[in-house]
Nanobody
């Protein structure tokens, strides 16, 4: 009922920048929060940044000052601008969207994950 399409990952040198995008589509009535998580090999998935419908943002401590999350409500899209990237930022980044869908006269909550996009920071 809801599809997420991520883009923007890749290989970048230390100190470089990337912008991730995640577009949600389908039977969406409203979106409460959109966020980015990451998982490095052998580590647990962790929250990188999150933004609510009201624009309230939360960041991983190591991401503060370097990463910026934003959203385009009209396009149901969330972005993550990552600057001053470090090798320890290397991970698969996953988009997460929480909201309400509407289909066939019924409302329901949803919590979906994107397929993941690889970010590699290396010289």
């Amino acid at each position: 009922q809801v599809q997420l399409v991520e883009s923007g990952g890749g290989l970048v040198q230390p100190g470089g920048s990337l912008r991730l995008s995640c577009a949600a589509s389908g039977s969406i009535f409203s979106i409460n929060a959109m966020g980015w998580y990451r998982q490095a090999p052998g580590k647990q998935r962790e929250l990188v940044a999150r933004i609510t419908s009201g624009g309230f943002t939360t960041y991983l401590d190591s991401a503060k000052g370097r990463f910026t999350i934003s959203r385009d409500n009209a396009k149901n899209t969330v972005y993550l601008r990552m600057n001053s990237l470090k090798p320890e930022d290397t991970a698969v980044y996953y988009c997460n969207v929480i909201g309400t869908h509407y289909s066939a006269g019924l409302y329901g909550n949803f919590d979906y994950w994107g397929q993941g996009t690889q970010v590699t920071v290396s010289s």
